[in-house]
């Protein structure tokens, strides 16, 4: 059983890896974590392969402490990745991906299932509501506010597994597959440790340096930690005071998957003793960014943030191929540009 790990880079939270391993449970196959990194990707740089090796670092330790198998492997070279995949789906039962609508996922993972000799799913862990709730485009946060409030509430309290490496079940591998010898690029546990000299041999952009933010999962819950201890108070004031530094600052670990949205909101909720009897009657609220939740101001605005803005993103880009151009604005943005950009509303 093989968990093909593509955004969601975490080893916990996570609904992908959930599926992968309710396989295990029923087929009683091992699980092989298997985390790629290509180095031909668009806007590839040593910043953004940094960013995703310090994950792989977090992940390889989790994998470790559970007793489960993990293959870090980073591409040396443009295609040296080239025939891994189906090597590996040759002595497996099923490959489990992630289902994620942004980049170039979605069409490698089209391809590839094509190609594997094995049943490929690709699982949706990316927010609170899964992206296919719903079978329209939201024009306006308003509009979309209204939908979660009225069809939310049953999906807040199915959340992925907090610690799924640890279910003493699930058969463990013992060593990882042969194959990898004949695809350079697997990496130690000393390369992900400190990846600063073999970095530099990788045909990325190198001039797009590392900067003072650490990826992965540990370093992401830091960062969470902070946010509600120091900053959450005085959020729902502060936010757009750029001065303040109080934003949560997790956007990179969210963007990366080292981070779970169901995460942060089971924090948030236990701080805030919050449960689903606080929430308002969505016919009340009418799509108001307040009230709805039941929490405090801060933590509401916030939750307006994480989850409406940035699932109204989701909401559009699996729905609309054309995410990323011209042709996907709407029609009267694009009758008077100049006004959407520079107008009363901008």
Known sequence: ???????????????????????????????????????????????????????????????????HAYAGWVERSPGGGSGLLQQIAARACTFVTDDYPCFFLPRMIRAVGRQLPVLLEAVDSNGLLPMRAA???????????RFLQKQLTPHLTDCPTPQPLADPAIPRLSQLPDLFERW??????????DPTGWLDTIPIDQSVRETIYTGGAVAARQCLSLFLTRKLARYGEERNEPDADVASGLSPWLHFGHISVHEVFQQLAEQEKWNTGLLADPKQTRGSRNGWWGMSESAESFLDELVTWRELGFNMCWQDRRYDRWESIPDWARKNPARTLHGPQA
């Open 184 to 193: 350079p690029g697997l990496c130690s546990d000393g390369e992900l440790a």
């Open 1 to 67: 059983m093989v968990y093909w790990m593509t955004a969601n880079r975490r080893l916990h939270f996570n609904f992908a890896l959930d599926r992968a391993l309710e396989h295990c449970r029923a087929l009683q196959p091992p699980l092989l974590i298997l985390e790629p990194l290509r180095c031909d990707y668009r806007w590839a740089s040593r910043r953004l392969h940094a960013f995703v090796i310090q994950g792989m670092r977090d992940n390889a330790a989790e994998a470790r402490r559970n007793g």
């Open 135 to 145: 079978d329209q485009i939201f024009p306006t946060a308003y509009a979309f506010r």
